[in-house]
């Protein structure tokens, strides 16, 4: 008996294994999470070192941290695909010389959203988060509020340093050094007082500090950027 047990079983594993009976119809695979297939979206297009794929990772990152220390809930869905695509007219083929990428991101978003599992019902949010993650508007709702703040303070620090400075080109065109000193003291004027959350604020200055000092420093450095 125990023989005809054990020969029913590795019948049973044999036709599939798990349970699966002989001549059983297998489950279909799970359909492919849309926060995947976004992530996957932005990793493939977005390749450029100051607005490409890392900088979607941490805005959506320091996005979520800022507003957990403020006690805010954000609908994650909105916040997520606005971080990961509100940089997309800045690549081709989506981008447009004589359009802001902010505008154009928020008009067309919806073509990538769709059909990827994304509740469309949310997509007039992600539009208004994505025109307004540029420092110098002004976001409504928590979601664009927050992806506003963490796209500031992307500016500022090591990191705003770090973006920068890898848009330099290597053959002396446009943005050369001098150039980008130029939008790193820019930044440093105009983004702190734009960072408009409590955790935003609180965040921000050791930032603003950080980039002050190494401007100041590279000035040092370079005989006032005479030998930059």
Not at 47 to 65: E, F
Not at 108 to 118: A, H, M, P, S, Y
Not at 153 to 174: E, K, S, Y
Request: glycine share 6%; proline share 7%.
């Amino acid at each position: 008996m125990r023989v005809f047990h054990l020969t029913i079983l590795g019948l049973a594993l044999a036709a599939g294994g798990s349970g699966i009976q002989a001549g059983e119809a297998r489950p279909a695979p799970a359909a492919r999470d849309w926060h995947v297939t976004v992530k996957a979206f932005a990793l493939e297009h977005f390749k450029q070192p100051a607005w490409g794929y890392s900088h979607c990772v941490r805005d959506y990152t320091v996005a979520r941290a800022l507003a957990a220390a403020d006690h805010v809930k954000l609908d994650d869905d909105v916040l997520f695909a606005a971080a990961y695509l509100h940089d997309m007219a800045a690549f081709a083929p989506w981008e447009k010389p004589d359009e802001d990428h902010a505008d154009v991101a928020a008009k067309v978003v919806d073509t990538i959203l769709k059909n990827t599992g994304f509740p469309m019902q949310k997509i007039d949010a992600v539009r208004g988060a994505i025109r307004t993650h540029m420092y110098d508007r002004d976001p409504e709702g928590p979601e664009a509020l927050y992806l506003h703040d963490a796209d500031a303070l992307d500016w500022l620090g090591a990191i705003g340093v770090a973006r920068v400075i890898a848009l330099v080109d290597p053959n002396g065109g446009n943005p050369d050094g001098l150039a980008a000193v130029k939008m790193l003291e820019d930044y440093l004027a105009q983004v702190p007082p734009r960072v408009l959350s409590p955790a935003g604020k609180t965040r921000m200055p050791p930032l603003k500090l950080e980039l002050q000092q190494f401007i100041k420093s590279l000035r040092r450095e370079s005989d006032d950027l005479r030998a930059l």
